[in-house]
């Protein structure tokens, strides 16, 4: 789940029902409405008024004025207000997108005359709901001002090139990708690992290439964000040195080991 911070496991289970009841409703209005490609910094509300939104592919920042209320991903689904009615309200895409929408009568149109459909609009909409009410709950409690810098990748780009200076760490968000020095095989990262903490601590030269096996979403974390994020998602930090630690005692039994 695409946060500000860290979040309950009821929150994430939460999330993972919804991508389930969204999955269906899409599959029953199949053949219904249109899809479109959006460019970098599109404004949702504005290229789609009135309509229900599918992401099919990308990542949306929701803000009210300057502040950030969630992010929409892939597999999410809104109903956007009419051309006036957003109330300040944005929804901006962080890069490229691939939507598919239905007008917002044709879809009540739809849900009358589908029962079973209706139902699970009723209950995304109810979990839609809690989960926003939760987040918002979460961000006022701590004044989230963590701006999480998101980044795509398609498969056989480079992530971190070995040799290169450290700027950043980064938060494997979805997607997998291999690891490799010198020509040779390491790892591969998955999705919801932390990678590139070593160089980023120490200050030394990356010592490996990690290169997108598959489309990847991967959140980058600089210098000062770390800052922020040390309040804001402890837990994320806490993975990062468990990382680190883990890797300098494998790094240990390399050196130590018998030649």
Not at 42 to 48: H, R
Not at 49 to 62: A, E, Q
């Amino acid at each position: 789940m695409l946060t500000l911070m860290d979040t309950p496991p009821f929150l994430e289970e939460m999330e993972r029902k919804a991508k389930q009841l969204a999955q269906a409703i899409v599959r029953a209005l199949q053949g219904k409405g249109e899809q479109k490609l959006l460019m970098r910094e599109s404004e949702l509300l504005t290229v789609a008024p009135s309509s229900l939104i599918h992401i099919i592919n990308g990542v949306f920042r929701c803000q009210h004025g300057d502040k950030t209320i969630r992010l929409y991903s892939t597999g999410d689904l809104l109903l956007s207000p009419g051309t006036g009615e957003a109330g300040g309200l944005s929804i901006t895409s962080e890069f490229g997108a691939q939507i598919a929408l239905v007008g917002k009568e044709a879809f009540l149109d739809v849900l009358g005359s589908d029962r079973a459909l209706l139902e699970d609009w009723l209950a995304y909409q109810n979990l839609e709901t809690r989960i926003g009410h939760l987040l918002c709950s979460l961000y006022i409690a701590e004044e989230v001002k963590h701006q999480p810098e998101i980044r795509q990748y398609q498969e056989g780009d480079v992530i971190i090139r070995e040799d290169d200076s450290p700027q950043e760490v980064y938060e494997m968000i979805t997607g997998s990708a291999s690891v490799t020095s010198r020509g040779y095989p390491l790892s591969r990262i998955k999705s919801g690992e932390v990678f590139g903490e070593l160089s980023f601590f120490t200050g030394l030269k990356r010592t490996a290439t990690v290169q997108a096996l598959e489309p990847c979403l991967v959140q980058v974390i600089d210098q000062q964000q770390f800052i922020r994020i040390m309040k804001y998602r402890p837990a994320l930090v806490d993975g990062m040195i468990r990382t680190l630690c883990q890797r300098l005692v494998d790094l240990n039994v390399k050196i130590s080991a018998p030649r």
